[in-house]
């Protein structure tokens, strides 16, 4: 910039005409030529320290830190927090770091215990250490993250893996999560970055094993059905057998009870036909049938046989 002002104020000069014109002085041409030099040089000088002033300050933002690079001595130890900060024009250059928390995702294939393939994916939070930005800058640049977490993800995600059968990456996910943040924070600690979280976020198997295991789970369940299905047919079997044994017992008994006292079988006719009134008055429609049927004529010596008379007869009708 300087130069440009200096050329500019050069070619300014040149045209200035040395001699006076006509009728004038050849002495005020030459005062006039020496003015316009001096305002030149004046304005080079202002131009040369407005372009130092402008380039020696510089602001680092909120969550950055800047480290700078001398061209005699190299990189400076010092790092430069958050604000104004000055340096060397054209001497020194800024190089701005951002420490703030930021995600990097990778995905990888690789192979549990029992040899199944797994495609598993990782997150992780991570920023570097504000105490080592110039060891980072000096060996990995500013793309630190690019440079190393790929790989140290990618091989502690697969040292993690072989660990476990297929099942248990389901089951014990947590603990695969721990183990695998554990062992990137060891190597990337080599690295000066600072690792905040490590998540897995995805965790898919192979189409034949998850085939597999579809077929098993649904083995599993018509095995469970199948148990369900032998509890209710025992369960059946028993309720058949106890209503069997209740009901020889009570046979039993009934025929106990009618050679012991032949007025049983009166009673329970009494039973039955009170039970045939309650029906008969309850329906709405008129019906007529005979006494004896119906086992309303229970007075009597020959009530017995009346019954079995009116049974026989009714058993004749319904044949008909």
């Known amino acids: 910039m300087a130069q440009k002002f200096k050329d500019a104020f050069q070619k300014m000069a040149q045209n200035i005409p040395k001699g006076g014109g006509a009728g004038g002085e050849p002495g005020r041409g030459?005062?006039?030529?020496?003015a316009a030099s001096r305002a030149a040089g004046s304005l080079m000088v202002a131009g040369g320290l407005g372009y130092g002033a402008y380039n020696s300050v510089y602001t680092v933002e909120g969550g950055h830190r800047a480290i700078i690079?001398?061209?005699v001595i190299g990189m400076k130890p010092h790092i430069y927090n958050e604000g104004l900060n000055f340096n060397i024009p054209w001497f020194e250059r800024p190089v701005d770091y951002d420490i703030r928390t930021r995600p990097v995702n990778l995905q990888t294939l690789t192979g549990s215990k029992d040899l199944q393939m797994v495609t598993i994916g990782v997150r992780v939070l991570h920023r570097p250490d504000q105490n080592q930005l110039v060891w980072i800058y000096q060996h990995l640049g500013?793309?630190?993250?690019?440079?190393?977490?790929?790989?140290?993800?990618?091989?502690?995600?697969?040292?993690?893996v072989a660990r476990y059968n297929a099942n248990e990456l389901l089951t014990k996910r947590e603990e695969?999560?721990?183990?695998?943040?554990?062992?990137?924070?060891?190597?990337?600690?080599?690295?000066?970055?600072i690792l905040e979280d490590t998540a897995i976020t995805n965790l898919s198997f192979s189409p034949e094993y998850a085939k597999a295991v579809e077929a098993k789970q649904v083995a599993q369940q018509d095995a469970e059905r199948a148990k369900y299905v032998v509890l209710g047919a025992i369960q059946e079997k028993e309720t058949i057998i106890t209503k069997a044994r209740g009901e020889a017992e009570s046979a039993e008994l009934i025929g106990n009870a009618v050679k012991k006292n032949p007025g049983f079988m009166k009673l329970r006719r009494i039973d039955a036909a009170k039970d045939i009134?309650?029906?008969?008055?309850?329906?709405?429609?008129k019906v007529y049938l005979n006494a004896d049927s119906l086992l309303l004529n229970l007075l009597g010596d020959d009530s017995?046989?009346?019954?079995?008379?009116?049974?026989?007869g009714s058993k004749g009708w319904f044949k008909k």
């Open 30 to 34: 030459a005062g006039a030529a020496k």
């Open 69 to 71: 690079f001398n061209r």
């Open 142 to 160: 500013k793309n630190y993250d690019e440079r190393v977490l790929p790989s140290l993800m990618n091989e502690c995600a697969k040292a993690v």
């Open 176 to 193: 695969v999560s721990a183990a695998i943040s554990h062992e990137l924070s060891y190597r990337c600690r080599n690295f000066h970055v």
């Open 277 to 285: 009134a309650d029906i008969v008055t309850g329906s709405g429609n």
């Open 304 to 312: 017995d046989e009346k019954f079995t008379k009116s049974v026989q």
